[in-house]
């Protein structure tokens, strides 16, 4: 296994819509296992392959509160969403330090292939249905902060851009 490279807010490449996974192989196998290293080292909750620049529709998330319970989805697409809506406070590995609140569905269904290759559905509310949702948004080239309003996206972006320029330079 391997850790990846976590691509970080406003780098381009998290805009790119992810594509079908066309089999369940072992490439397909392997990057679900880096990303879940790389997932639970990063201290996340969930990570979509968008994140670690392969643009494939697969996603891993693990919302257990022992940290040992991982959910792969491959090819996910959510089948049913409650009409009740939830304000919770969200991050994200691509946008480190930084969290808000976002509204989306309570509760959510989704249906995808597992690292086995087999489809399977299930329901999901609280944080991994929050998790599945904003996952989901990455693969469509979404990240959690095109939900903010424009000026606290660009002072977010202003802050994450110095950030990035301070680690580069020397000390």
Do not use: W
């Amino acid at each position: 296994m391997a850790l990846l490279t976590i691509l970080r807010y406003p780098d381009p490449r998290l805009h790119t819509v992810a594509q079908p996974v066309a089999a369940v192989d072992d490439r397909i196998r392997q990057l679900v296992d880096d990303m879940l290293e790389t997932m639970y080292a990063a201290e996340g909750v969930g990570l979509a392959a968008t994140q670690v620049d392969v643009h494939e529709r697969v996603i891993v998330m693990d919302t257990s509160e022992t940290r040992d319970k991982p959910l792969v989805l491959i090819n996910p697409e959510i089948v049913a969403r409650s009409e009740d809506l939830s304000v919770n406070e969200e991050g994200c590995l691509s946008v480190p330090a930084i969290y808000d609140k976002v509204r989306r569905h309570a509760r959510v269904a989704v249906r995808a292939l597992g690292r086995d290759g087999q489809v399977f559905e299930r329901e999901a509310a609280g944080l991994t249905a929050v998790c599945i949702q904003h996952e989901m948004d990455h693969l469509l080239g979404k990240v959690f902060v095109e939900y903010l309003s424009p000026f606290k996206r660009d002072r977010i972006k202003s802050r994450l851009l110095k950030r990035s320029r301070e680690e580069k330079s020397p000390a």
